[in-house]
Every structure is written in structure tokens, then in C-alpha cells.
């Protein structure tokens, strides 16, 4: 199980140990997107910074309709204890965690600031 907060803008935050497949993980406060089907997006800067591999090229869907080109990376996360390669989007917002993650765990959002944020695995 893992917890998180809704922040002073009743965004829902979790942390996310990410970094290098094989390499050390860095701590960062992600917020939940469930509009944002893949698995992760961090800034350019983080990426480099962790020196990310980068991956492919793909094209996604905002949510005004829009399309833009994103530049996909691996990288490697802890989630619920566990280590999964994912794919990282960069984008210049701050992180975001999407429903590639999210699948296979029940979300709960005490929808209110300082409220508690829970993911519990779905068996």
C-alpha cells in the first residue's frame, strides 16, 4: 500500500523513486493524473539529470484535444515495493503520474487539502 497527500491546490500528490535502470532512485512528488494514460512525465531537466535513456518519439492527445510530440524515455521506478521499467514522458510540467501506473491499484482521494491519498493493490 502506498500513501500520499492532496496538496493547498487539491492536487492529489505521491512519491515516485525513479532514476537509471540498474542505478541508484531519487524521490519525487508526482501528481496523479487519471486523464494521462501512460506511466510517468517528468521535466527535460529531471531527465537529463538523471541521465534517462531516452526511447522513442510519440505522439499524444491533451486534453484540450490538441496533439503534441513527446519525447519518450526509460527509466526504472519503485512501485509498491516493487521495481518496473517504464516509459517516461518529458514534459515542462511538474510530474505526473498516469494510469499506466495506476493499473491494477485502487485510487482513494480524501478530496480535501491535507487529505490522505491511497493506492492499495487490486488482487
Known amino acids: 500500500m502506498m500513501f500520499g497527500f492532496v496538496n493547498n491546490n487539491c492536487e492529489a500528490i505521491i512519491k515516485v523513486a525513479v532514476g537509471r535502470i540498474g542505478s541508484p532512485k531519487i524521490a519525487l512528488d508526482a501528481v496523479i493524473d487519471t486523464g494521462f494514460t501512460s506511466f510517468l512525465s517528468l521535466p527535460l531537466s529531471v531527465i537529463t539529470d538523471l541521465g534517462l535513456p531516452w526511447y522513442y518519439r510519440d505522439i499524444g492527445t491533451l486534453g484540450d484535444g490538441s496533439e503534441v510530440v513527446f519525447e519518450i524515455y526509460k527509466a526504472s521506478v519503485i512501485w509498491d515495493g516493487q521495481e518496473q521499467i517504464i516509459d517516461v514522458a518529458a514534459s515542462e510540467?511538474?510530474?505526473?503520474?498516469?494510469?499506466?501506473?495506476?493499473?491494477?491499484?485502487?485510487?482513494?482521494?480524501?478530496?480535501?487539502?491535507g487529505g490522505r491519498v491511497t493506492l492499495e493493490a487490486l488482487n
Open 93 to 113: 510540467a511538474d510530474p505526473l503520474v498516469g494510469m499506466g501506473l495506476l493499473y491494477g491499484f485502487k485510487l482513494q482521494i480524501e478530496a480535501v487539502e
